[in-house]
Nanobody
């Protein structure tokens, strides 16, 4: 089993940047693809970014491509999401997930509790 805890969310003005971190516990972290999802009030949870277990393959939602960067450090049991040029529509609770890559998205099997990102206009 993998336990995931997100951090790094907060309030930022449009055009600003944040880096989200996800700390994992458990001995199977490096066996999973990892990724990030987000959910805004009244909307479904949507895929944001994913990274393979080796870090060699990355996928991004079209809405964040070119602005967000996902990375992982298996030695530190961590995955990160660097978010640049933030827009108000990026406002959501961001969830870290561990799972399997499927059709260039991540199917989550383990989830963190989420961290709030609010982008003011």
């Amino acid at each position: 089993q993998v336990q995931l805890v997100e951090s790094g969310g907060g309030l930022v003005q449009a055009g600003g940047s944040l880096r989200l971190s996800c700390a994992a516990s458990g001995r199977t972290f490096s066996s999973y693809a990892m990724g990030w999802f987000r959910q805004a009030p009244g909307k479904e949870r949507e895929f944001v970014a994913a990274i393979s277990w080796s870090g060699g393959v990355k996928y991004y939602a079209d809405s964040v491509k070119g602005r967000f960067t996902i990375s992982r450090d298996n030695a530190k049991n961590s995955v990160y999401l660097r978010m640049n040029s933030l827009k108000p529509e990026d406002t959501a609770v961001y969830y870290c997930a561990a799972g399997d890559l499927y059709k260039q998205v991540l199917v989550g099997r383990h989830w963190g509790q989420g961290t709030q990102v609010t982008v003011s206009s």
